[in-house]
């Protein structure tokens, strides 16, 4: 061995370094996917789901989207037709600015015409017609609007 090298301490050396980043970036990212496909924070089993249909009802600047929902099964409770809608409207907010969201539930794939199961709006004030007074986007005065067929 080289007798005259002194050794960096532990704390001087790259890879120390590279591995403490590591673990805070895992530490930090672990939390960022908690919610599991299928579940939602109350543990409620949501059933996976097709969009069968998606309708574009937009008239000028105003982004209104209509889509027919197939879950598997056909069926929903009422929690989980809340839960699934708020879910997709969610999820849709992530892919595009819009102003109106109508959500169709059906129970025949085959044939997704009106809904069975329920529908789910999601509008600005509850009205569908108030779309047209805000800008795509702007969803602060947005509310869901659950009508479930039992």
Do not use: C
């Amino acid at each position: 061995m080289d007798e005259g090298r002194i050794k960096k301490p532990l704390y001087k050396k790259w890879w120390v370094y590279a591995i403490i980043l590591f673990v805070i970036l895992g530490v930090i990212f672990s939390g960022e996917n908690e919610e599991i496909a299928g579940e939602n924070d109350n543990n409620l089993v949501l059933p996976d789901f097709e969009i069968v249909e998606e309708d574009d009802v937009s008239l000028g600047d105003v982004i209104r989207k209509s889509y027919w929902i197939y879950p598997e099964g056909g069926t929903l409770t009422e929690e989980q037709f809340e839960q699934t809608s708020i879910n997709i409207v969610e999820n849709l907010k992530k892919e595009f600015d819009f102003n109106a969201i109508s959500l169709f539930f059906i129970d025949d794939p085959d044939n997704p015409v009106g809904y069975q199961i329920g529908m789910t709006e999601y509008v600005p004030n509850g009205e569908w017609s108030d779309a047209i007074e805000y800008s795509a986007g702007d969803y602060k005065d947005h509310e869901y609007v659950f009508k479930f067929n039992e």
